[in-house]
């Protein structure tokens, strides 16, 4: 039987204004609900490692352990590779995987982290089961998703909402799904998982350097990015809406009383001994 594959398109891609946002991500600002239950000796499998920053944090917590970060993208991988040779961590491992077909024998890791991933596959659910499965029992599976809709913002703009309602459409025609912060405690339990601590965290922009930076790589990232070429191509939107809204977005960023919340929803799961 063949394996499954992914069948969800990656919404954003990897252009710079992509890489922008995740080499921003850190352990402690992207991964706070776990970091209380690492041990120095664990083996930790990341999943969609990207460019491989909170791979690096992970494998500084675990220094007699080990790291494995994967992700679909080989091209990333080289970045990521970087990245922890930088920092000169040796504990540190990366492949290319798909996350509903891993190539790790059952009850593999101490912990599966994943940090917004299950919003772009297309079978969430499958993808829970075979990280519960690379798992050893008692472990834990640790899964991080936004939630587009429950995303907030002061002043009001009307583009703005033009983007949430693009940008969701645009997700979902891709195969993903962008409110998935809402549904991961819903997911684990359609995987099999009876020990779950659903909690939610957030990141939140509002200094002038905050807005100016949330503001520009999105405001870019609707005009050049993956999502862009995505969201034309596949009828969502004009060149010219793009632009509207790429305008709104640094509109937004100028304003003194800017404020933007992106809530995650957050599972700890462990998989049973």
């Not at 891609?13 to 890489?19: A, F, I, M, T």
């Not at 239950?37 to 500084?60: E, F, N, Y």
């Not at 632009?243 to 992106?262: C, N």
């Amino acid at each position: 039987m063949p394996k499954p594959q992914e069948t969800a398109v990656y919404t954003h891609g990897h252009h710079e204004s992509v890489l922008r946002s995740h080499t921003w991500r850190t352990a402690a600002n992207s991964a706070a609900y776990l970091l209380g239950s690492l041990k120095p000796h664990m083996r930790i499998l990341d999943v969609g490692c990207g460019p491989g920053t909170i791979t690096a944090d992970l494998a500084a917590l675990v220094p007699d352990g080990h790291v494995t970060g994967v992700d679909r993208a080989p091209e990333i991988l080289d970045q990521a590779r970087a990245t922890a040779a930088g920092r000169g961590l040796t504990k540190v491992a990366f492949a290319v995987a798909d996350v509903h077909a891993l190539d790790f024998p059952d009850d593999t890791f101490c912990v599966v982290h994943a940090h917004q991933v299950l919003q772009h596959v297309g079978d969430p659910v499958g993808a829970l089961r075979e990280m519960k499965r690379v798992t050893k029992p008692g472990g834990l599976i640790a899964v991080r998703d936004s939630d587009y809709a429950a995303m907030t913002w002061y002043p009001a703009s009307p583009g703005m909402d033009d983007w949430l309602d693009l940008y969701r459409r645009v997700a979902r025609a891709n195969g993903g799904e962008p409110d998935a912060g809402r549904r991961l405690k819903s997911w684990a339990l359609r995987a099999g998982f009876t020990d779950i601590t659903a909690t939610s965290g957030t990141w939140t922009f509002s200094t002038p350097q905050e807005r100016a930076w949330w503001s520009g790589l999105w405001a870019d990232r609707t005009l050049a990015s993956a999502y862009a070429e995505r969201a034309t191509e596949g009828g969502h939107a004009s060149a010219e809406r793009l632009r509207a809204v790429s305008e709104a977005w640094r509109a937004w960023g100028r304003q003194e009383d800017g404020w933007f919340s992106v809530l995650h929803g957050e599972i700890l799961c462990r998989k049973d001994a």
